[in-house]
């Protein structure tokens, strides 16, 4: 079980994590802090993650969700947090491929995982070395995700491609157009 944890205080997302993994959670999700973005530079950044992490009795997911937060999590940041022992992944749903596939090759050399944060570039996402995705789409359509999944990592690219194509737009429906209600109303009906 993954929770997300949406807080700017450092302290407030340290409480918030340790009661996650009081009540079960596995891993814990922190998305990237944001109320004073201005002021969210590498440094404050990485000082961020590395309380929370320092503190949590479970592994840290770093969660870049910029389309929310109007804020990337920096290159060199990610890099350096990828060092922190608490600290397993990334979850990027920026949806940059180039970028991706750099942070994949920056931290290579660490226990450090990079996973899609959206099916609409999962493909892409596994094609420049990401190792799975988190996609709001797997949640009214799981099945097809997880054979995106499988022929991805099976390298039937080409069976992988049509497939991906087909749940580009589903998508974006659910996660853009639509929003969290009707991912709900659509989690309802299957």
């Not at 596995?26 to 993650?49: E, N, W």
């Not at 789409?137 to 054979?147: F, K, P, S």
């Amino acid at each position: 079980m993954i929770k997300a944890v949406h807080f700017p205080a450092t302290r407030a997302t340290v409480q918030l994590t340790e009661k996650m993994a009081a009540a079960g959670a596995d891993v814990v999700l922190v998305v990237t802090p944001c109320f004073y973005k201005g002021k969210m530079d590498s440094r404050a950044l990485i000082q961020h993650f590395t309380k929370v992490a320092d503190r949590s009795p479970v592994p840290v997911v770093l969660y870049s969700v910029p389309a929310n937060t109007g804020l990337d999590l920096p290159l060199d940041a990610v890099v350096t947090l990828s060092q922190h022992p608490n600290i397993h992944g990334l979850k990027d749903s920026g949806g940059d491929i180039s970028r991706i596939g750099l942070i994949v090759h920056k931290t290579k050399s660490q226990d450090f995982q990079v996973l899609a944060g959206s099916a609409g570039f999962l493909m892409a996402a596994y094609c420049v070395g990401a190792v799975g995705g988190v996609c709001a789409l797997a949640n009214v359509l799981g099945r097809e995700v997880c054979e995106l999944e499988r022929l991805c990592v099976s390298g039937r690219w080409q069976e992988a491609r049509v497939l991906q194509q087909r749940l580009i737009e589903p998508n974006a429906a659910v996660t853009r157009n639509l929003g969290v209600s009707a991912l709900k109303q659509a989690m309802e009906w299957f």
